[in-house]
């Protein structure tokens, strides 16, 4: 991967960015989608942030190698504080890193989200908390892919400001996602009804307290709500 070939994962966020948006990339790492979306045309302003200053540096060097200082302002910051008001930031994305991680991102600096009208958020696991966080503060899905790359699945939401009400089972498995049911996201949740079948039979073997019983109640609910959307047609 470069600035130049993106990873089918970071493709699949870049094609959600509006044409001519002020995008700032959270946890920017080498700085590959801002740079990629300045060459590809896609916008002409970016802020790529990141907490860590080895990847800062990265990305530093990065967008200096690509002649794009003009383009790109690289920040060292936490999160959402890499956003300026004056930038004008209009899109986020966050790729690459969990569900949790990115809400609390989101979350510590709601301030920094008042001009942004999309986020395309890019968890590597735990999509649900995301939907979750997207419900309370008024954001919608306006779209969700599932892809698989290298042996990994991964998950690209793009949000917008709205609200939208969504069952427990839509909430985990996301609406259009379960809609869809494409082949990835069957494989996806095939491979976590096995995992959950295993848990419950190490559950079986153990003490049979209280905690147990309600840990197996949850796992087999949780079965019942997964094989009840793969085996629905009309989901
Ligand atoms: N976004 C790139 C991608 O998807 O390929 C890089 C992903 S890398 C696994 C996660 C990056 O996020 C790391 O460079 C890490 O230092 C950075 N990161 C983690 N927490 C962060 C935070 N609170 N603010 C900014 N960057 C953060």
Not at 18 to 32: E, K, L, M, R
Not at 35 to 50: D, P, Q, S
Not at 180 to 199: A, G, L, Y
Request: charged share 30%.
């Amino acid at each position: 991967m470069n600035a130049q070939k993106l990873s089918k994962r970071l493709e699949t966020v870049a094609s959600f960015v509006p044409t001519g948006a002020v995008v700032a990339d959270i946890g920017s790492d080498h700085a590959y989608l801002p740079c990629y979306l300045v060459h590809n045309g896609i916008v002409t302003k970016a802020i790529a942030g990141e907490v860590v200053k080895g990847p800062f540096e990265s990305a530093l060097r990065q967008v200096k190698l690509e002649g794009l200082e003009k383009n790109i302002t690289v920040r060292l910051a936490d999160g959402l504080k890499a956003v300026e008001e004056s930038d004008g930031v209009d899109t986020i994305t966050i790729a690459g890193m969990g569900g949790p991680l990115i809400v609390s991102i989101l979350e510590n600096d709601k301030e920094s989200l008042k001009s942004v009208t999309r986020l395309i958020l890019q968890p590597n696991i735990h999509a649900k908390v995301i939907r979750e966080w997207a419900i309370r503060n008024h954001w919608a899905v306006l779209d969700e892919v599932i892809l698989k790359e290298d042996e990994k699945i991964y998950e690209v939401l793009v949000l917008q400001r709205g609200e939208m009400e969504l069952s427990e089972q839509e909430i985990l498995l996301g609406k259009q996602l379960m809609a869809n049911k494409t082949n990835v996201f069957i494989e996806k949740w095939t491979k976590e009804i096995d995992n959950w079948k295993r848990i419950l039979t190490s559950i079986e073997r153990a003490d049979d307290t209280t905690d147990i019983a309600k840990k197996r109640e949850e796992v087999i609910r949780l079965i019942k709500l997964v094989e009840e959307a793969l085996n629905n047609e009309e989901s």
